[in-house]
């Protein structure tokens, strides 16, 4: 069972930036897909980026310009960059993968932005 594990969640003021990781347990080029999720508290848990093995990317519509998805594949890590934060963006960040036998899921990391 391959284990994603995010990390570099926190508090954060309005405006600021953090960058959160998810380090997979086997070679991150087995993934066709890497892919990041918001779960806002009260609310479903939505796509924020996805990030295709041919390095294709996909972001929310009102994302794009604020957070980048990007992987290391030495390091068999994905990332997130988030900047220019708004209370909005609070909530549990999970890493997803998609493999040709399947998905799997981070236990996610909490970003709690203040206003």
């Known amino acids: 069972q391959v284990q994603l594990v995010e990390s570099g969640g926190g508090l954060v003021q309005a405006g600021g930036s953090l960058t959160l990781s998810c380090q997979t347990s086997?070679?991150?080029?087995?993934?066709?897909?890497m892919a990041w999720y918001h779960q806002a508290p009260g609310n479903q848990r939505e796509l924020v980026a996805a990030?295709?093995?041919?390095?294709?990317?996909k972001y929310e519509d009102s994302l794009k310009g604020r957070f980048t998805i990007s992987r290391d594949n030495a390091k068999n890590t994905v990332y997130l960059q988030m900047n220019s934060l708004k209370p909005e963006d609070t909530g549990v960040y999970y890493c997803?993968?998609?493999?040709?036998?399947?998905?799997?899921w981070g236990k996610g990391t909490l970003v709690t932005v203040s206003s």
């Open positions: 997803y993968a998609h493999y040709k036998w399947g998905d799997t």
């Open positions: 086997e070679s991150i080029l087995s993934a066709n897909t």
């Open positions: 990030l295709s093995l041919g390095g294709g990317t």
